[in-house]
Structures are given as C-alpha cells and as structure tokens.
C-alpha cells in the first residue's frame, strides 16, 4: 500500500515568510509524528497526534511553530516568520496505534526547508 | 531522561563480511522500544529492527539483527553478508511505552560504507 507522502519535497523561502508543511499518513493509522533533521541536533521530536489531538507538542522549538491533524488524516506543520535556523529537513512518520507495544513508525520521504 | 549514544560516527565493511553497529541507551523506564533505521543518501528513513525490552530473543529480520543486552543498556545492530546497496547512515532510536507519547529519541548516527 502507499506510504506516507509529504509535500513539497523541497521548499526555498525567504526569513520571515511563513511556510506550511503537508504530511499525509498511511491509511488507518492513528499516530502521527513530526521530527526535524539538521546537521547540527541530528533528528529531534517535534509533535505527536493521537487523532485529531496533540497530547505531547513538547518539541516544538518556539511559538512560531504549530501543527494540526484534520480527519484523523493529512497533517499540516506551520513555521511562522521563518528563520535561517528553521533550515533542515522536516519528516513526517505515522503508526497504527501510538504508544506501546511494538507500534512502529514509518516515515515519510521528508521536506528539505531552506530559508535565506 | 532518556538518552541514546552511537559512538562510532563511520564504519567501513567489506563486501560480504559480517558488520556491528554500535548503541548504548539510558532510560529509567522499565518498558522501552529500541528501533535501528537505515537512511540512504536518498534521505528516506527505512525501519529496519524492533526490539521490547521485556523480549526474551534477539530480534532477526532477514540479515539484521539486534545483539540485545539489557544489564548493559546495548542494543547492537549486526548486519550479515553485508551488500553494496547497505551503505547507509543508521540510527539506533528508543522510545518509552509506558508514556503518553511514542516519541523516539535518536542516536547521532553511523555512517556505513561497503567497499567492494
């Protein structure tokens, strides 16, 4: 079956534009998770939906970030008033139930941001 | 807080000959997930291995698997008859399954080139 898609695949913004990240899941699973790959923190947590909810957003690096999760589904990752820090690549991953047991995470192809 | 360290930032294999990849966790959790996913210069996150840390076995899949040895806090990755196609980054990851989130925490990684 498919896997998880996410677009664009590259983005080139200037700093201070906002941007917004789409990550489409595998059909049927309920989790999904967002992490930041950069050369300098290697892979870091971002956010977490059970759902529709966000019951960890515990690695959101500052409030110019947010994300929301419609239908159970498509998930969209929003950076207002982009920095040249913001600059890495954005992975989208999701699992069939969350936490416990041996769900495992699949990842998306992921979107390489460059802000200058 | 959990912790995961992979020590050896490159490795170097023969064609063929059998490779260990190297993780050391720390978690006070007593119920934990350990993950190894290989990432291709693609940028792809491929999921590789999964282990429970109440599993009695080493987990196999294929020519991976996972040296396990919970009084240590290791969870090795063996790769077997290593392939052309295995050079990689691999990271070692860990997630905590007593928590509200699945979120996985992340090594730095290891860089594996197969030489032919």
């Known amino acids: 079956g498919a896997g998880v898609s996410q677009s664009p695949s590259n983005k080139v913004t200037e700093k201070g534009k906002d941007v917004e990240l789409r990550c489409d899941p595998i059909s049927g699973h309920t989790a999904l998770y967002w992490y930041r790959q950069s050369l300098g923190q290697g892979l870091e947590f971002l956010i977490y939906?059970?759902?529709?909810?966000?019951?960890?957003k515990s690695g959101l690096p500052s409030d110019r970030f947010s994300a929301e999760r419609t239908g159970g589904s498509v998930s969209t990752l929003t950076i207002q008033r982009t920095q040249q820090e913001d600059s890495a690549v954005y992975l989208c991953?999701?699992?069939?139930?969350?936490?416990?047991?041996?769900?495992?995470?699949?990842f998306g192809p992921g979107t390489r941001l460059t802000v200058l | 807080a959990q912790k995961i360290t992979q020590t050896q930032p490159g490795m170097f294999v023969q064609e063929k000959e059998a490779v260990t990849l190297d993780c050391t966790y720390d978690?006070?959790?007593?119920?934990?997930?350990l993950f190894w996913y290989k990432q291709p210069s693609s940028g792809e996150m491929i999921f590789l291995i999964y282990q429970g840390s109440y599993d009695q076995q080493n987990a196999t899949e294929g020519r991976y698997s996972l040296n396990f040895q919970k009084a240590r806090k290791s969870a090795n990755l063996v790769i077997s008859a290593s392939q052309l196609g295995d050079s990689a980054m691999y990271f070692c990851a860990m997630s905590s399954q007593g928590s509200n989130t699945g979120k996985l925490i992340f090594g730095q990684g290891t860089t594996l080139q197969v030489k032919p």
């Open positions: 978690t006070s959790d007593p119920s934990y997930g």
């Open positions: 991953a999701s699992s069939l139930v969350g936490p416990g047991g041996t769900d495992t995470q699949y």
């Open positions: 939906f059970q759902g529709n909810s966000a019951p960890d």
